[in-house]
């Protein structure tokens, strides 16, 4: 701990909802904050309807659900989801996890054993590497949605073991970087080559895609879908969406799914009432790209890089850990919270402030914005 260096601790603090996209930290005397951070792209976390679905979840199942759904059975509300999900996202079979994490533990799990050659995003998200580390799979990563680079891995792999089972891991949404990789491309070199791909949806759903459906929507070759329900659906919890037989594998033989409680009735609830919300106002997710599109072009007008990608997260690379910092406390003073991310979430030398687009910002918040910014 005396080696990490002061601009590299991390610290937890205190804040809680105070109104529409706001946050009040602990200190009463101090003023709300602009949620610029947080993953509540279409303001579902407070939304009264979530809300009141999860408190007849608690009033008709309890809080927790006791043990694992093979031990204590399921909740009606567990094979809703799941269903309305399936239905959703043209999926035969969905199985619901209490994390993200679990839930891309699990997938990768059931796709790659000892024996398989997982070539992955070099900027995948941990919990994927992870996985990796526990199949005893080996690993090579390409370049950040680099196709070129990763057709090439995959023709040398062809060649080299015919017969070897390979898994493509990648996003359709990177969470630090804002980026999306040519989906449609992405599955078609997987069915090319005879390799499964499990695309991580966690941020595109409910954004991204047809109706919010995802980027890998629809498309042949993305053998596995994980998704969360704490983003765009203002939930807790996650699942993976499969086919049937790669489904009841999961059943039987996912041990995150087996060994641990089920996801609480009340979360199941709630994201159950925000799936309702996302099919019947889609426009939500288009207003946000839109407006996605319009910071995107008013912060390279004021002189900043343009952040890339079209979602709604807005990564500003400002490289030092200290300047990433400075920028964080610059905003806080204007009633702003975004948050600087630093080295090891992100490569050395990106320390990057990553702003947040969420679909209930008042009006005026880029000028506050810019204003707090200052010049690059």
């Known amino acids: 701990m005396r080696a990490l260096a002061p601009e590299r601790r991390r610290q937890l603090r205190s804040l809680e909802p105070c109104g529409t996209a706001s946050l009040r930290p602990a200190d009463p005397a101090a003023p709300p904050l602009l949620d610029l951070a947080s993953n509540d792209y279409l303001g579902l976390a407070c939304d009264p309807q979530l809300e009141r679905a999860a408190a007849a979840a608690i009033a008709r199942d309890g809080v927790g659900a006791g043990a694992s759904r093979l031990v204590s059975g399921d909740r009606p509300v567990h094979r809703q989801l799941e269903q309305g999900l399936a239905a959703w996202l043209g999926r035969p079979r969905v199985l619901l996890y ?5 839930a891309n533990l699990a997938a990768v799990q059931a796709l790659a054993d000892r024996h398989t050659l997982v070539l992955a995003d070099r900027l995948i998200h941990h919990s994927l590497l992870v996985g990796v580390k526990a199949s005893g799979a080996q690993l090579q990563r390409f370049a950040h ?16 073991a015919p017969r070897r089972r390979l898994l ?56 596995l879908i994980s998704g969360t329900f704490g983003k765009a ?9 499969a086919g049937a037989l790669l489904g009841d594998w999961l059943l039987q033989h996912s ?32 207003a946000l790209l839109e407006r996605a599109r319009r910071w995107r072009d008013q912060l390279e007008a004021a002189g900043w890089p343009r952040p890339p990608g079209e979602g709604p997260i807005l990564p500003l690379l400002v490289g030092s850990d ?22 090891p979430t992100v490569p050395e030398g990106s320390a990057r402030l990553r702003l947040v687009l969420r679909h209930d910002l008042p009006s005026g918040t880029l000028g506050r914005l810019l204003a707090a910014l200052g010049p690059p």
């Open 233 to 241: 659906f203002g939930s807790g919890g996650a699942f993976l969406a």
């Open 98 to 102: 209490p994390s993200g994490f679990q």
């Open 255 to 286: 041990g995150p799914f087996r060994y641990t409680t089920a996801l609480a009735p009340p979360l199941a609830a709630a994201a159950l009432a925000a799936l309702g919300a996302i099919e019947a106002e889609p426009q939500r997710g288009a």
């Open 145 to 160: 949605n680099d196709l070129s680079a990763l057709a090439q891995r995959l023709e040398r792999a062809r060649g080299d």
């Open 322 to 343: 200290q300047r990433a910092l400075e920028l964080q406390r610059a905003l806080e003073q204007a009633g702003l919270l975004s948050v600087a991310i630093r080295p």
């Open 168 to 223: 493509v891991l990648s996003e359709s949404l990177f969470s630090m970087q804002g980026s999306s990789p040519d989906v449609p491309r992405l599955a078609e070199l997987c069915r090319r080559h005879g390799a499964a791909l499990l695309l991580d949806e966690a941020h595109a759903l409910g954004v991204l895609g047809p109706g919010g459906r995802g980027l890998g929507h629809g498309l042949e070759g993305v053998s």
